[in-house]
T-cell receptor, first 116, second 111 residues
Framework: ETGVTQTPRHLVMGMTNKKSLKCEQH?????MYWYKQSAKKPLELMFVYSLEERVENNSVPSRFSPECPNSSHLFLHLHTLQPEDSALYLC???????????????FGPGTRLTVL | LAKTTQPISMDSYEGQEVNITCSHNNIATNDYITWYQQFPSQGPRFIIQGYKTKVTNEVASLFIPADRKSSTLSLPRVSLSDTAVYYC????????????FGTGTLLAVQP
C-alpha cells in the first residue's frame, strides 16, 4: 500500500472499553501527527511525533495515549472515553518536523469513532 | 501563527471558475500560504503553496498580492467532484510543521 493508512475505518465503543487506533505511513517520513475533527469544528492537532519522539501534546486528556514504536507506525490508545470524544481521528505524516516550502502533510482517511 | 479568515461557504456551477479569498493580515516574513482540500469523511489533501505573486499547478492557481495580507485560490472550470471544504493556512518556514486549521470554506458545486 502507498500513502497513509488507518485502521479501523469505523469504531463503536462503550465508555468502559479499551481500543487502539492504528496509523501506518509508507512514505519514509520522519514526522507523524494525530488530529481530531469533531462535527462542525476545525481540525485540532493532538500529538506530534518526530523520529519516534513525542514533541507536542496539545493538552489532550490522558484517556488518549499515543505510541510511536517506529517512524512508520503511530497508535492512539483509547480508554474510558466520553461520548463527546466521538469524532473523526486523522493521522498525518510529513517528511520532517520542521516546516519548509512544500513540506506538506499527507493525511490518512481517518477513523470514525463513536462512543456510546 | 498568523490567523486566517475566509468565507464560510460558496456556491458555484459546473464549468465556472471559482475564486476563494483568504485574509491573513498578520502574516510574517517567513510564512508561506498553503491551501488544503477536504472531502467528507476523508483527510485533508494539500493543493498548493506559495510565498508571493502567482503559483500554478495542475489543480489550481494561487494569487498573492505584494503586501501578502491576502491570497486567492482559483479553481478553473469546477466540476461536481470539487465540492469540498477548502482550508487556507499560514505555515511558518523553519518552524515546527504545525498546521492550524480554521473552519475553511465549504464550496458547493451545482450541476
Amino acid at each position: 500500500e502507498t500513502g497513509v493508512t488507518q485502521t479501523p475505518r469505523h469504531l463503536v465503543m462503550g465508555m468502559t472499553n479499551k481500543k487502539s487506533l492504528k496509523c501506518e505511513q509508507h512514505l519514509g517520513h520522519n514526522a507523524m501527527y494525530w488530529y481530531k475533527q469533531s462535527a462542525k469544528k476545525p481540525l485540532e492537532l493532538m500529538f506530534v511525533y518526530s523520529l519516534e519522539e513525542r514533541v507536542e501534546n496539545n493538552s489532550v486528556p490522558s484517556r488518549f495515549s499515543p505510541e510511536c514504536p517506529n517512524s512508520s507506525h503511530l497508535f492512539l490508545h483509547l480508554h474510558t472515553l466520553q461520548p463527546e470524544d466521538s469524532a473523526l481521528y486523522l493521522c498525518a505524516s510529513s517528511q520532517d518536523l520542521l516546516a519548509a516550502i512544500y513540506n506538506e502533510q499527507f493525511f490518512g482517511p481517518g477513523t470514525r469513532l463513536t462512543v456510546l | 501563527l498568523a490567523k486566517t479568515t475566509q468565507p464560510i461557504s460558496m456556491d458555484s456551477y459546473e464549468g465556472q471558475e471559482v475564486n476563494i479569498t483568504c485574509s491573513h493580515n498578520n502574516i510574517a516574513t517567513n510564512d508561506y500560504i498553503t491551501w488544503y482540500q477536504q472531502f467528507p469523511s476523508q483527510g485533508p489533501r494539500f493543493i498548493i503553496q506559495g510565498y508571493k505573486t502567482k503559483v500554478t499547478n495542475e489543480v489550481a492557481s494561487l494569487f498573492i498580492p505584494a503586501d501578502r495580507k491576502s491570497s486567492t485560490l482559483s479553481l478553473p472550470r469546477v466540476s461536481l467532484s470539487d465540492t469540498a471544504v477548502y482550508y487556507c493556512l499560514v505555515v511558518s518556514g523553519g518552524a515546527t510543521n504545525k498546521l492550524i486549521f480554521g473552519t475553511g470554506t465549504l464550496l458547493a458545486v451545482q450541476p
